[in-house]
Nanobody
Framework: QVQLVESGGGLVQPGGSLRLSCAASGSMFSTYTMGWYRQAPGKQREWVADVYSGGNINYSDSVKGRFTISRDNAENTVYLQMNSLKPEDTAVYYC?????????????WGQGTQVTVSS
């Protein structure tokens, strides 16, 4: 079992920056793929970025070049540095942990943190 707690959201002006954190409890954090998703009002949840246990990183096209995901396995924490924020980045951001065990994918989610980009 993994519990995820996000923090770092808030209100920021266009062009500004925020850093989200996701603290994980439970064992074997380093074996999980950690990711960030977001959900804007009236829209489906969308994938933003993830970092694999081996270190490989992927970004959605909408955030590539502006957002940076990283993980600290010693601290059981994953981060999302968001720069050059745009109003369309406004959403609730969710942390995700997933792992393939015996052919089945197990997913864990945090409660979400609100990010609002507005002048």
């Amino acid at each position: 079992q993994v519990q995820l707690v996000e923090s770092g959201g808030g209100l920021v002006q266009p062009g500004g920056s925020l850093r989200l954190s996701c603290a994980a409890s439970g064992s074997m954090f380093s074996t999980y793929t950690m990711g960030w998703y977001r959900q804007a009002p009236g829209k489906q949840r969308e994938w933003v970025a993830d970092v694999y246990s081996g270190g490989n990183i992927n970004y959605s096209d909408s955030v590539k070049g502006r957002f940076t995901i990283s993980r600290d396995n010693a601290e059981n924490t994953v981060y999302l540095q968001m720069n050059s924020l745009k109003p369309e980045d406004t959403a609730v951001y969710y942390c995700n942990a997933n792992r393939l065990d015996r052919g089945k994918v197990t997913n864990y989610w945090g409660q979400g943190t609100q990010v609002t980009v507005s002048s």
